[in-house]
């Protein structure tokens, strides 16, 4: 048994997924096909994957963002949404996700005549269809870009669908220039119908944005919040020397953090992996959670993510049990069915997988032991 397949195994939760960013590269070139879409490079789903990911790759959030102009292009009609929701839950089985919420901005699928509602019922539609056939749990986040003025329509429509799978409000796209504030009356607007937010902050802008996200719009969650660590004080070996009064205070407050290695480094948001702060976060106890973002751009899934945090972070089974436990209490859904989640489906998988690698580490060498 080697460490990747007990990570694949345990049970993940996954909270920052992007649907647009997470589309198969065969599913990318037959809907292209269909609608005699002519602006992909190759219809090799290997080298197009590749492409998506070496434009992604460049080091700033602009150019990461630029793929997203074909997958959006792709995704016009009813049954491409279905289908992209559909084989997302299939991708996350697959990958061990037991729970995932997925978001994606209803105001970039309207070119061929969809109205936002139908895109929403779309999504859902493939990801109810997904779960009855992969037995994943969903929720749907819906993202207000923070270029376009229409985030409080977004964020009605969000409330709106409350009752049929949309658990939450996010802001998504170039942060620098856009600050989270430009959008407060959609940020009021959730917060006086109890709803769920997640803000983008923090990844390609400074702690400030965070500030703005959590104490002007009300975040719940905040999606990267890489450059918190600018309000750490850091002695020359890393140890922590003090807090500033937001990173004490989203400490203090538990709010959950939608820490995204890979994606990251592509964007940027840190130079390499090594200097990511998510060890810092994670061992001054902040409610850190580990996520994909855009799984096709960044090339990765969940599995992908607990390797990089096994191998730059040194985590070991009992960290993963603690990280899939605080995104679970960090999910957007009633807090029943989150401690139903942790009882009888987190604790439980972790549990099984501990037995067998007892088991198979009593049967191996030394060397051969796999984590623990
Ligand atoms: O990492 C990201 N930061 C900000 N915006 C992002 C990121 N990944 C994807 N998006 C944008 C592009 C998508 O079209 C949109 C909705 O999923 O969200
Ligand atoms: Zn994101």
Redesign the pocket.
Known sequence: MTTELILKTIPKVLLHD????GLRPQTIIELADEIKYKKLPTKDPIELGEWFHRGANKGN?VE??QG?EH??AVMQTKESLIRVAYEMMEDMKKDGVVYVET???PA?HLEKGLYLEDTVKAVLEGLEKGKEDFGVGYGLIL?G??NMKNSLEIAELAVNFRRQGVVGF?L????GGYPPKKHIDAFQFIQRANFNITI?AG??FGKESIWQAIQWCGAHRI??ATRLIEDIVLDNEGNVVAFGDLAQYVLDKRIPLEI?LL?NVH?GAVDKIENHPFGIFYREKFRVTLNT??RL?SDTTMTKEFMTAVKYFNLNFDDFEKITINSMKSAFIPYKERLHYIYNVIKPGYQKMREQILSFNNIKGENEKVIQ
Do not use: K, N, Q, V
Request: net charge negative; proline share 0%; charged share 25%.
């Open positions: 992007h649907l647009d960013g959030l990461y963002l997203f997958t959006t978001r994606f901005a970039l993202c870009m923070r996010d998504a796209g170039e942060e983008h990844e390609a999606g990267h995204c994606s964007t973002d855009d751009m």
